[in-house]
């Protein structure tokens, strides 16, 4: 089986709750959805990248190990449209059960997986065989102007969902921009919070991140990402202060702008 992959590169996550850790980044060609304001348009389309095999892309990132590496990072497009290809790779690259970075008896390395989706595809998602974090994206209305359906955000929510049963780590990625409404925000708080809720009353042991024990509305991060570049946002803390508020009514919630569009690196 080959796939359409853009590129794969090492660098630090400028995103979310693993930012500023070292990362090899696989993007994938191709994406179900199509958002106005997608930075990486090329790899919306599955005819741009490189056809590359399972032991291609593994020999490739083999090649991109450092000293300081902390994960690999799936990313695209979305990367659920190869979950197979992504539970093989993962498979040929990683010991189970094994904290060591760099395994020489088997030439195997251990690191942890990353998967950056668009939430979209909760059943390709509940088939991946190894996560160690998820960032989930929560999409608004206005941000796929030509083609939103509502089951854009019931399919997310169900992505929730999965992840909250399946007990694994992760957070929710929500990117803003000057014009986001407060009601907008307002709304998905209460939703995302509705079904937080309703997992802590069936199974009062989940604990997915270990965030603020006592809360149980807090365990699970909303990160919001103010919209690159950065200089939209000149004098316009009061806006992401409100944002925050909003968002941080209901959930736990964090503002992190991206970082690698800070440090000119890819
Ligand atoms: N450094 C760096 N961090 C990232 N986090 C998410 C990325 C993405 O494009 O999915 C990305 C990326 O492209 N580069
Ligand atoms: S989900 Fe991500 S890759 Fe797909 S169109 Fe939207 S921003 Fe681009």
């Known amino acids: 089986m080959k796939v359409p992959i853009v590129e794969i590169f090492s660098s630090f996550q400028g995103e979310g709750l693993w930012i500023g850790r070292r990362q090899i980044f696989v993007r994938f060609a191709g994406c179900n959805l199509s958002c106005d304001y997608c930075?990486?348009?090329?790899?919306?389309?599955?005819?741009?990248?490189?056809?590359?095999?399972?032991?291609?892309?593994?020999?490739?990132?083999?090649?991109?190990?450092t000293s300081d590496l902390h994960s690999i990072s799936f990313t695209g497009g979305e990367p659920l449209l190869y979950a197979e290809f992504i539970n093989e790779m993962v498979n040929k690259l990683t010991d189970a059960g094994t904290d060591k970075i760099?395994?020489?008896?088997?030439?195997?390395?251990?690191?942890?997986?990353?998967?950056?989706?668009?939430?979209?595809?909760p059943d390709l998602l509940a088939n991946i065989d190894k996560i160690d974090c998820v960032s989930l994206d929560i999409k608004l209305k206005e941000q796929i102007s030509q083609n939103w359906k509502d089951e854009i955000f019931e399919n997310e929510l169900m992505?929730?969902?999965?992840?909250?049963?399946?007990?694994?780590?992760?957070?929710?990625?929500?990117?803003?921009?000057?014009?986001?409404?407060?009601?907008?925000?307002e709304k998905i708080g209460k939703e995302l919070s509705n079904v937080f809720n309703l997992y802590n009353t069936i199974d009062k042991d989940i604990n997915i991140n270990n965030y603020n024990k006592n809360n149980h509305n807090t365990r699970i991060p909303i990160v919001i990402q103010p919209v690159s570049p950065v200089d939209q946002w000149k004098?316009?803390?009061?806006?992401?202060?409100?944002?925050?508020?909003?968002?941080?009514?209901y959930v736990e919630v964090l503002t992190i702008p991206q970082i690698h569009r800070f440090l000119n690196i890819e």
Do not use: H, W
């Not at 020489?104 to 595809?121: A, P, W, Y």
């Not at 049963?165 to 929710?172: A, D, S, V």
């Open 159 to 185: 992505s929730i969902k999965s992840l909250i049963k399946l007990k694994k780590r992760f957070y929710c990625k929500l990117v803003v921009f000057p014009s986001t409404e407060l009601a907008t925000l």
């Open 102 to 121: 760099y395994n020489t008896k088997s030439n195997k390395i251990d690191v942890k997986i990353m998967i950056e989706t668009n939430g979209t595809l």
């Open 235 to 249: 004098n316009q803390s009061n806006l992401l202060f409100k944002f925050s508020e909003t968002i941080g009514q």
């Open 39 to 65: 930075d990486i348009a090329s790899s919306q389309s599955t005819d741009s990248g490189i056809l590359m095999s399972v032991d291609e892309v593994v020999e490739k990132i083999k090649g991109l190990k």
